[in-house]
C-alpha cells in the first residue's frame, strides 16, 4: 500500500527489483512485507509505472500496478490454470501461455501457426490430416481440409491434374474419362462418337443427382415439420 509517513527509514529490498538506500522517508511511502520502502525504488513489473495513490499489488514475488494486477488475475491459462504474464494466444475460445498450447497429439506448440479444431482439440496440419483426411489419389497422402472431391475421389487441390498431360485442373474446366480427370483439349481428342456417349450419360447422372437431392431436401422438410 502507499501511505504517508515521517522519519521511517528506507529498508534494504530482498526482491530483484530494487536495492534499496537506507535513507529516511519522508512523505510517500510503501508497505511491503510490514517495511517501509520509497515508492520510487519500485515499478510495476508488466508496465513499469511508479506505484502512487495505492495501486501497488503483489503477485509471486513481483509488484504490479492495480490495472496489471487485475489483468494478471483475470486471464488463466486453460492447461496450467495459471495468471498469464505477457504474451498470450486465444484458441479454442480460451486464452494460453504461448508454449501450452498445442497439437494434441503431437504436443508441438503452434506459437502462431495454423491449427485445425476437431471436438473441441486443436491439431497441427500433419495430424489433423493423418487423423481424419481421406487418401489423394495422386500421392495417396491424406486429404482434410481444401480437397477437392471429384466422382467420390479426393485429391490435393495441387495433385487435382490432367490424367494426360498433367496440366493443373479446377472442378470447372474438368471431363471425365473412365473414371479419370482430363483437360479439355485432351477430352477433345477423344472419337465424336465416344464424346457423343460419355456426355449423353453425364446428363443421366446429373438428372439423378438432382432428383436425389430434391428427394432428400423433401425428406428433411418433412422431417423438421414434425418436430
Request: charged letters at 30%; one cysteine or more.
Amino acid at each position: 500500500r502507499v501511505d504517508r509517513r515521517q522519519r521511517q527509514m528506507c529498508i534494504r529490498d530482498r526482491s530483484t527489483q530494487s536495492t534499496g538506500c537506507k535513507k529516511p522517508i519522508i512523505g510517500e511511502y510503501l508497505l511491503l512485507q510490514g517495511q517501509y520502502v520509497h515508492p520510487e525504488h519500485y515499478r510495476c513489473a508488466e508496465c513499469g509505472c511508479n506505484f502512487t495513490g495505492g495501486n501497488c499489488q503483489e503477485y509471486e514475488g513481483n509488484l504490479y500496478c492495480t490495472e496489471h494486477y487485475l489483468q494478471l488475475i483475470k486471464d488463466t491459462c486453460a492447461k496450467c490454470h495459471k495468471p498469464i504474464v505477457g504474451r498470450s494466444v486465444t484458441g479454442l475460445g480460451k486464452v494460453w501461455h504461448p508454449e501450452h498450447f498445442v497439437c494434441h497429439t503431437c504436443s508441438k506448440p503452434f506459437m502462431g501457426s495454423t491449427y485445425f479444431e476437431k471436438d473441441g482439440y486443436a491439431y497441427c496440419d500433419e495430424h489433423f490430416q493423418i487423423l481424419f483426411g481421406e487418401p489423394c489419389v495422386r500421392c495417396g497422402k491424406a486429404v482434410a481440409v481444401g480437397g477437392i472431391n471429384f466422382i467420390g475421389k479426393m485429391y490435393h487441390s495441387e495433385h487435382f491434374m490432367c490424367t494426360s498431360c498433367d496440366k493443373l485442373l479446377t472442378k470447372s474446366d474438368v471431363f471425365e474419362w473412365e473414371g479419370k480427370p482430363n483437360c479439355k483439349t485432351c477430352y477433345m481428342k477423344l472419337p465424336l462418337a465416344l464424346r457423343k456417349k460419355l456426355e449423353k450419360k453425364r446428363k443421366l447422372e446429373l438428372k439423378a443427382e438432382k432428383k436425389r437431392s430434391k428427394a432428400e431436401q423433401k425428406e428433411r422438410n418433412k422431417k423438421y415439420a414434425n418436430e
